[in-house]
Structures are given as C-alpha cells and as structure tokens.
Nanobody, 112 residues
C-alpha cells in the first residue's frame, strides 16, 4: 500500500505565500511523476503542477510564474511553493503519487 500525506495549507491574505508538502511512501518515488491537483467547491479536480523523475515541470496556465513544484527524493517529498496567492487559488489541494489513493488534501483559503 502506498500512502501519502499532504500538509501546509492554511488561511492567507492575497499576495501572501504558502508551501505545501506531500510525503509519499512509494518505493519508486524517485522514478515517478508527481503532481498537485486542486478542487474548488463546485469545480472539478484539476492538475496544478507536475514534476517528472527527471525534473521536468508542467504548470496550469493560471499558476505559471507564481507556483513552483519541486521534489526531494531523499525525503520522498514533493513541494508546491505558492507565491502571490489570489482568491481564485482557494481550493483543497491534493497530491498525486502513482498507486496511492487520494489523501484528504490540504485546504488553502486566500481571503482578506
């Protein structure tokens, strides 16, 4: 069983930053593509960012230039640095790790 845990969400004001973390227990973490998704109320779950085993990153247009995905293979952890947060970023953020079920997610709320 592959387990994952997301953390780092919270309530912030527009323009502030958060860093999300996801620890995934996959034995093949270092060779897996990892991703962050988000789901706002009444919306579908969409891909926010992904990073391959080789370090190639991909971002949704809405977060390009503001979010950065990274990974630390020694810690089996993927991060999402979120800068210049906007109210439209408010959502539950989920980590995707191959062969792991969706976790509980971490709530990000951007509001003044």
């Amino acid at each position: 069983q592959v387990q994952l845990v997301e953390s780092g969400g919270g309530l912030v004001q527009p323009g502030e930053s958060l860093r999300l973390s996801c620890v995934c227990s996959s034995r093949r973490f270092s060779s897996a593509t990892m991703g962050w998704y988000r789901q706002a109320p009444g919306k579908q779950r969409d891909l926010v960012a992904s990073i391959t085993s080789g370090g190639t990153t991909n971002y949704a247009d809405s977060v390009k230039g503001r979010f950065t995905i990274s990974r630390d293979n020694a810690k089996n952890t993927v991060y999402l640095q979120m800068n210049s947060l906007k109210p439209e970023d408010t959502a539950v953020y989920y980590c995707h790790c191959p062969f792991a079920s969706w976790g509980q997610g971490t709530q990000v709320t951007v509001s003044s």
